[in-house]
Structures are given as C-alpha cells and as structure tokens.
C-alpha cells in the first residue's frame, strides 16, 4: 500500500512511499474491538467528579417532624430523608466510582493496526520528511497544513514534540500534536487528515509490525 509522501516544505513528492501491511493493510470486517478500545480511551480520560450526598450527610433535619402517633400523617423520623425535598439523595454517586477500562496489550495494539489500516484505506493518512515550523507561528504552521491539503481534524504525529511546533499548532482549530508512542485509536478515528513523519513511521512500525520487536 502506497500514500502520498510531502517534503518538509510541503511539496509533494516525486514518489510515494510504501507502508507496511502488517500495520496499515489489515482488513478490518469486525469493529468490536475497535469500538472497545475507543470507549475504554473515553473512559480511562473521564473524571470522577459527581458526589452527592446521603441523608446522613445533608444539614439539618436532626429534630423530628411531628410526633410519632396521633396526627394521621404518616410516620417520620428526618425531614432529611430521601422522600423530602432538601433531603439526601438515596442512590446517588460517592465520588468513588472506578469507571476505567483495560486491555490488554495486545489487544490495543491490533485496535491500532486496524484503526490505522481503516485510515490508511480512506486515503486520510499522509507523510512527511518532517515537521518543522521554525518562527513557532500559527500562521507558517496552517500554511504547512494547506499546502498537504488537510482536513478540518489533522493528526501530526511525530517522533518526538518539540515547543515550536506545540506553540503553532496550539491555536489551530482542530488540529493536534501526539507523540508516535503515544499514539490512540481515539485520536485516529476522529482524525481528518493523519500526517506522519517518516521517523514517526519508523516508531510506528517498530513497535506494530510483525517484524517489530515490540509486538505481541
């Protein structure tokens, strides 16, 4: 499989560069794992935030209503119980709730090969000499992107960040610096336009081929 490949200056190249099938050819017929690893991304990022209180915790409400017996209402100890309006919240969240999800190696990284083998076959991933944006402006930065004809949603993925670029791509609406080892499934499937480095690439491959030793 064959993509469009991009100088560093943004000018197309005279060849395109093959990519490795072990990684970028799969044929992807089911989208469970896919959609499993998508929401244990969600998941692994939500913040655990929501906490309500139990009629224990709520103040107020230490005297009784009205008198056990004898006024025909029902019997009531608190008017902070969960049955009263300024009560406690029976049921509610604590604060302590473990929403993460994990898999397993390898199943993570066969969600990545088949997340980047669905791009690569949409046409959305591109590659690049390097990226570099010396002056550290948006504005070299965006014109880097038109030059690679990009999406409204671009992924850069590179070796390693460096400031400068991290400083121009930081204002740009929809676009996105992520380190090759850090590479998700959530930031692949929403992804546009997917541009890699070539060191980018040799990461990728190192650690998701079949020939890679990081693979399991």
Known sequence: MAVESFTKAGAKASAPI??????????????????????????NGRTNLAKAKKRGQVRGGGAKPWRQKGTGRARVGSSRNPLWTGGGVAFGP???????????????????????????????????????????????????????K?????????????????????????????????????????????VITKKSLEVINGWLSDKGAGNA
């Not at 970028?24 to 969600?42: I, Q, R, S, T």
């Not at 990284?109 to 083998?117: E, I, K, M």
């Not at 992924?155 to 670029?165: F, T």
């Open 18 to 43: 093959k990519l490795d099938k072990s990684v970028f050819g799969l044929k992807v017929d089911d989208h469970g794992l896919l959609k499993e690893a998508y929401l244990a991304y969600l998941a």
């Open 94 to 148: 604590t604060g302590d709730e473990n929403y993460t999800k994990r898999l397993t190696t390898r199943s993570k990284r066969l969600a990545l090969r088949q997340a980047l083998s669905m791009a690569a076959d949409d046409g959305r991933i591109k590659l690049i000499d390097s990226l570099v944006v010396a002056d550290g402006k948006a504005k070299s930065a965006a014109g880097l992107l038109a030059k690679l």
């Open 150 to 194: 990009c999406g409204s949603r671009t992924l850069l993925v590179v070796d390693q960040k460096e400031r400068l670029l991290e400083r121009a791509t930081a204002n740009l609406s929809g676009c996105s610096v992520v380190s090759a080892n850090y590479l998700n499934v959530f930031d692949i499937m929403n992804a546009d336009s997917i």
